[in-house]
């Protein structure tokens, strides 16, 4: 009769850093009882084996990422809490006079992530010319290069964290920030300054290819329009005209309007029919949202909603649509913008300069204000008409991806 206990015992053995080794023993215990009366005897038996886990990331690797993530965060942290602070100044009537809940809640929990977002090109670029210069300085950097590290490996990393940013500024631009900055606009409209349009005269728009409506006047206080008409075209000719001296828009059921001292004239060549009533229930596939656009409006749009709202404008002929289009250009723009401003700063800063780290931070607070700027500027170009959106977003990137190629070049010569 003989009973076994397993014991497993694990120990990580070091490692060169790409490579962990594992070492699993296995200690047996097997009692054989003697018949003979003879003492029971116990043995142990040990047995080992290894597992290797190989890890994709060398420790070069890992420092640069773990230097470069560590010092976005803690400057987009820190500048977060000055703009904290100037915005604060600036709206402190506003935020005396509302509820300490709906500031919290309703502004800055949208307000912040808002501008971080926003000022994410600045923070990467101030991140990776802060902690490279200092590399530089501690001569690190000429370390690397000389155990054999080429430049263009140098550059892997950066280009990794770059790619993280990225993809967490895209999720953030396009589907997370959006919906959080319709309690942010309202608060501001609420407490700060109004910016939505309360109403619009003389409002035409096609509700769907063939079908033309008209607003005399139309208060989005009340949802309410007047002198309004429907005409429906065929072959361009007109074959139904449809009149309310008053229309209500109901916002418990989407497209549902409730018309008020109406006529409908439909025509048949020479032969028209007349119908009349106080009262009509129909289904116009128009909103308020469709006619009366706020200045903050594609702000609260996801990208795709985006998307969906420029097809529909463009099919009714609505022509105040190009903030819509630059703001899902400007989306996509800054999700590119941390390769090229990430290249931009690793090149400038690798190299040890005598002025110490404060020339290579002014030049890149001035390279990164600059592209702001100028970001700023081509997108008045589309809205005048000079150019299209997406043409006006990827100006910038263009400029400064020929400085980030010209100056990765230079760097890697030495």
Same mark, same amino acid.
């Given at each position: 009769?003989?009973?076994?206990?397993?014991?497993?015992?694990?120990?990580?053995?070091?490692?060169?850093?790409?490579?962990?080794?594992?070492?699993?023993?296995?200690?047996?215990?097997?009692?054989? $009882?003697?018949?003979?009366?003879?003492?029971?005897?116990?043995?142990?038996?040990?047995?080992?084996?290894?597992?290797?886990?190989?890890?994709?990331?060398?420790?070069?690797?890992?420092?640069?990422?773990?230097?470069?993530?560590?010092?976005?965060?803690?400057?987009?942290?820190?500048?977060?809490?000055?703009?904290?602070?100037?915005?604060?100044?600036?709206?402190?009537?506003?935020?005396?006079?509302?509820?300490?809940?709906?500031?919290?809640?309703?502004?800055?929990?949208?307000?912040?992530?808002?501008?971080?977002?926003?000022?994410?090109?600045?923070?990467?670029?101030?991140?990776?010319?802060?902690?490279?210069?200092?590399?530089? $300085?501690?001569?690190?950097?000429?370390?690397?290069?000389?155990?054999?590290?080429?430049?263009?490996?140098?550059? =892997?990393?950066?280009?990794?964290?770059?790619?993280?940013?990225?993809?967490?500024?895209?999720?953030?631009?396009?589907?997370?920030?959006?919906?959080?900055?319709?309690? =942010?606009?309202?608060?501001?409209?609420?407490?700060?300054?109004?910016?939505?349009?309360?109403?619009?005269?003389?409002?035409?728009?096609?509700?769907?290819?063939?079908?033309?409506?008209?607003?005399?006047?139309?208060?989005?206080?009340?949802?309410?329009?007047?002198?309004?008409?429907?005409?429906?075209?065929?072959?361009?000719?007109?074959?139904?005209?449809?009149?309310?001296?008053?229309?209500?828009?109901?916002?418990?059921?989407?497209?549902?309007?409730?018309?008020?001292?109406?006529?409908? =004239?439909?025509?048949?060549?020479?032969?028209?029919?007349?119908?009349?009533?106080?009262?009509?229930?129909?289904?116009?596939?128009?909103?308020?949202?469709?006619?009366?656009?706020?200045?903050?409006?594609?702000?609260?749009?996801?990208?795709?909603?985006?998307?969906?709202?420029?097809?529909?404008?463009?099919?009714?002929?609505?022509?105040?649509?190009?903030?819509?289009?630059?703001?899902?250009?400007?989306?996509?723009?800054?999700?590119?913008?941390?390769?090229?401003?990430?290249?931009?700063?690793?090149?400038?800063?690798?190299?040890?300069?005598?002025?110490?780290?404060?020339?290579?931070?002014?030049?890149?607070?001035?390279?990164?204000?600059?592209?702001?700027?100028?970001?700023?500027?081509?997108?008045?170009?589309?809205?005048?008409?000079?150019?299209?959106?997406?043409?006006?977003?990827?100006?910038?990137?263009?400029?400064?991806?020929?400085?980030?190629?010209?100056?990765?070049? =230079?760097?890697?010569?030495?």
């Amino acid at each position: 009769m003989a009973e076994e206990k397993d014991q497993i015992m694990i120990n990580e053995e070091a490692s060169s850093g790409d490579e962990v080794s594992v070492v699993a023993s296995i200690e047996s215990d097997s009692i054989i $009882d003697i018949p003979d009366g003879e003492k029971t005897e116990k043995k142990k038996k040990k047995r080992s084996f290894k597992i290797r886990f190989h890890n994709p990331l060398p420790i070069i690797d890992r420092y640069i990422l773990g230097k470069f993530l560590g010092t976005y965060f803690l400057a987009t942290l820190l500048l977060l809490l000055v703009i904290a602070m100037f915005d604060t100044t600036e709206k402190l009537d506003a935020f005396l006079t509302a509820p300490i809940k709906e500031t919290l809640f309703d502004y800055f929990a949208s307000f912040l992530p808002y501008f971080a977002n926003q000022l994410s090109p600045l923070f990467v670029f101030i991140s990776v010319i802060f902690f490279t210069t200092k590399l530089a $300085d501690n001569s690190e950097i000429i370390a690397m290069l000389s155990s054999g590290i080429t430049f263009r490996r140098l550059l =892997r990393p950066y280009m990794i964290g770059a790619a993280i940013i990225a993809a967490m500024t895209f999720a953030l631009s396009n589907y997370i920030i959006p919906p959080t900055n319709v309690n =942010r606009i309202a608060y501001t409209n609420k407490y700060v300054k109004n910016k939505a349009v309360a109403y619009g005269t003389n409002i035409q728009l096609m509700v769907r290819p063939g079908e033309v409506a008209y607003f005399g006047r139309f208060d989005n206080t009340t949802k309410q329009g007047y002198r309004f008409s429907l005409d429906k075209f065929e072959d361009k000719a007109i074959v139904s005209r449809l009149t309310a001296s008053s229309v209500e828009y109901d916002t418990t059921r989407q497209y549902h309007w409730k018309l008020r001292d109406y006529m409908i =004239r439909d025509f048949d060549g020479m032969n028209e029919k007349i119908r009349k009533g106080s009262n009509l229930d129909s289904i116009i596939p128009i909103e308020p949202k469709d006619f009366l656009i706020s200045s903050n409006d594609q702000e609260m749009l996801t990208t795709p909603q985006l998307t969906e709202y420029i097809r529909k404008q463009k099919m009714r002929g609505v022509a105040n649509i190009k903030s819509f289009e630059i703001e899902k250009e400007k989306r996509l723009a800054e999700t590119a913008a941390a390769f090229i401003l990430t290249l931009i700063g690793m090149s400038l800063s690798s190299k040890k300069v005598k002025g110490g780290m404060g020339i290579n931070i002014g030049i890149g607070l001035g390279l990164s204000f600059s592209y702001i700027l100028f970001s700023t500027i081509t997108s008045s170009f589309a809205i005048n008409g000079y150019t299209s959106p997406a043409v006006a977003m990827e100006i910038p990137n263009i400029v400064y991806l020929i400085i980030g190629i010209v100056l990765y070049r =230079r760097a890697s010569k030495f």
